[in-house]
């Protein structure tokens, strides 16, 4: 038996009873001392204490072995007895390996916030020497599982195949068995797998909990899933990686067939199998070393047969995909700028596999690739399944039609999607950018043509007109109407949209940017949501949210000239208004100048000027400091 200082491992004897007479009464006991346990510890065949099976002869006890135990060959003698006063011996050599610090697997970030409290069952802590993982009790597998890999941990040990339940749980809570998976039609799927922690035996022999394992389909498991952990280790050289590994959703395809749950309900069947590593070069300091050049690489592979000769390349995702599929937030100890970039970008030298889908009518589409590009416009006419995935349109267009349906797990479409109605309802476009899924809701309360259509896209960045790009929205929605309608709207914004000069995002606002002009809408914002909502809209283009910024002066200057063709207009009136309704107004003298002090800086306020017989446009502006030649011109 192998162990690590600080964990248990269980001690087995099998005994062979004698048969002339029979043996009755059959007693274990084993001294226990050289790893820190009794003298004359009972062993138990009575499904107890570690025991797998009872009655069956062999008499096992789970050892827990001290932290401070040194390490090297402990001998673990044990005595055989039975009522007819025979005896036999039975010794047990423990190998003891030094514990080490599973903090290291966490250097990158703790995804989900798992905590060692028992109360949290299903974001439990689990930490190990060679991994540290997020148990959900109730599914019977890991959230995620958390290591790092360099070649320190690759050595010679043998795979040890000891598949076990893991005594580390805590009391009461279901040990999931090496027996529990049998017959299921699905592999006892490793995340951290057996391959990478070869250096000891103790090493490889504690991948093989099942607190390591998900139920994952045979061709995803011996497929690209193991494809892609050789490619891993093939990167070693001169490398070091944070690799965190999970399941998401619920229900696969194993050999049996589709299932949800096996092992008697106490192990939930996974829809999807995800992977997310940071690479750098060896060294100290990691997380100091991350920069924006960093690679990463992320896979989300359907937990289904038929994927056996797939290429791990087929899965590719950003990370940022893998934190909308998951809600998790990983690598959160790397500076937010840094992750921003590193989690929204494809591994360019994984992109060798992209899926295209050419211009045609489809009932049902599922996209399974996560780089999937249209080569011409499409139609669907019943379910659109976006798995672990995103549907790139390009310059193209996905139309669904007045029935159709979107099943969405992560994915999303990055472009133009249409939606056609020909009755009231409700429906989310299901649109996103690189950084990640922002949709668009809307509830139709008005159809005046039938069929009408509404078309969606998100873009990433401020919108190119903004009247300040400090103080945008970093993503901007367009819709198209095609037809008469009107509809209730709620925009879905990220946490990594909002600039850092905004000091709140309750001070944002929706505009709707319609013939080159911004125009403030009524809304209603939910900031624990990520969303802001307008109603009756019935005119639809370009769509963004603005903010007050930082102020940087305590009163600043607002000055200019009001002119037509050039000549100066006097007695007109400039009005600045802010969000909140307040009001800062101006007059111009004669020659058309006009000045406006103690203007609040770090606000949009919308612009307008007043005078009789002219008329003039309309503005919104971002007032950061003192602004002196903001002039207007009539309208022709």
């Known amino acids: 038996s192998n162990v690590e200082a600080g964990t ?71 005595s055989v007895t039975d009522a007819q006063a025979r005896n036999a011996s039975a010794p047990i050599t423990v190998l003891v390996s030094p514990t080490s610090d599973p903090g290291l697997h966490l250097t990158m970030g703790n995804p989900s916030g798992a905590t060692t409290d028992v109360n949290n069952p299903t974001n439990y802590l689990l930490e190990k020497s060679q991994y540290v993982m997020s148990y959900h009790r109730d599914n019977g597998r890991p959230n995620w599982v958390s290591w790092h890999l360099d070649s320190t941990w690759i ?128 060294g100290d300091n990691d997380v100091s070393r991350v920069t924006t050049s960093t690679r990463t690489i992320a896979v989300i592979m359907p937990n289904k047969q038929g994927i056996m000769t797939d290429p791990w390349q087929k899965y590719i995702a950003t990370v940022d995909q893998v934190e909308a599929l998951t809600g998790y937030d990983f690598f959160s100890n790397v500076p937010v700028g840094i992750q921003d970039v590193i989690e929204s970008q494809l591994d360019a030298a ?30 669907v006419t019943g379910n659109l399944v976006l798995g672990g995935s995103t549907l790139f349109t390009g310059a193209n267009k996905i139309t669904l039609g007045p029935s159709a349906t979107v099943t969405r797990i992560s994915g999303f479409v990055n472009g133009n999607l249409e939606k056609q109605f020909t009755s009231l309802g409700s ?48 993503r901007y929605w367009t819709l198209t109407e095609n037809g008469d309608l009107t509809a209730n709207l709620t925009f879905h914004y990220l946490d990594g949209d909002i600039p850092a000069t905004v000091p709140s995002e309750s001070t944002f606002d929706l505009y709707r940017f319609e013939s080159g002009v911004f125009t403030e809408m009524p809304d209603t914002i939910n900031i624990h949501q990520n969303t802001m909502s307008t109603t009756g809209i019935s005119d639809f283009s370009d769509w963004t949210l603005f903010g007050d910024l930082v102020p940087t002066a305590a009163g600043t200057t607002i000055s200019g000239r009001i002119t037509s063709a050039g000549v100066g207009l006097g007695g007109a009136k ?63």
Request: charged share 10%; glycine share 10%; hydrophobic share 35%.
């Open 8 to 78: 248990s491992t269980r001690l087995t004897v099998t005994v062979n009873p004698a048969t002339n007479p029979m043996s009755t009464g059959i007693a274990v006991v084993g001294d226990l001392t050289s790893i820190g346990g009794l003298a004359s510890q009972p062993f138990f065949d009575d499904g107890t204490n570690g025991d797998v099976t009872a009655g069956d002869n062999t008499f096992s006890y789970m050892a827990l072995v001290p932290a401070n135990t040194s390490s090297g060959s402990k001998s673990v003698p044990t």
């Open 155 to 282: 050595g010679s040990a043998p795979r040890q195949d000891d598949f076990r339940a893991d005594p580390s749980l805590p009391a009461g809570w279901y040990q999931v068995n090496e027996f529990d998976y049998s017959g299921s039609g699905f592999d006892r799927g490793h995340n951290t797998p057996s391959a990478d922690r070869t250096s000891t035996i103790p090493n490889n022999s504690a991948t093989f909990f099942m607190t390591n394992m998900m139920p994952q389909a045979p061709n995803n498991n011996q497929g690209p899933w193991e494809d892609l952990e050789s490619a891993l280790r093939g990167m070693l050289s001169g490398n070091e990686m944070y690799i965190i590994s999970g399941a998401a959703g619920i229900g696969g395809v194993g050999a049996n067939g589709p299932a949800t749950t096996i092992a008697n309900g106490h192990v939930t069947v996974p829809a999807y199998t995800w992977k997310v590593v940071i690479l750098l070069p060896s």
């Open 350 to 379: 994984s992109n060798t596999n992209p899926q295209t889908i050419g211009a045609g009518a489809f009932t049902d589409l599922s996209i399974d690739a996560p780089n999937t590009t249209l080569t011409g416009n499409i139609t």
């Open 427 to 474: 429906f989310s476009f299901p649109v996103g950018t690189q950084r990640g899924y922002s949709p668009v809701d809307a509830q139709l309360t008005g159809l005046g043509t039938v069929p009408s259509s509404l078309t969606a896209k998100a873009t990433q960045g401020a919108h190119p007109n903004a009247p300040s790009v400090p103080a945008a929205l970093m």
């Open 574 to 636: 400039i009005t600045l208004t802010d969000g909140e309704g307040n009001t800062f107004i101006g007059n111009s003298n004669s020659f058309g100048f006009y000045s406006i002090d103690g203007i609040p800086s770090g606000r949009v306020y919308i612009a307008t000027v007043q005078v009789r017989r002219y008329a003039f446009e309309t503005r919104t502006i971002s007032v950061v400091d003192s602004i002196s030649n903001m002039d207007f011109e009539a309208l022709p």
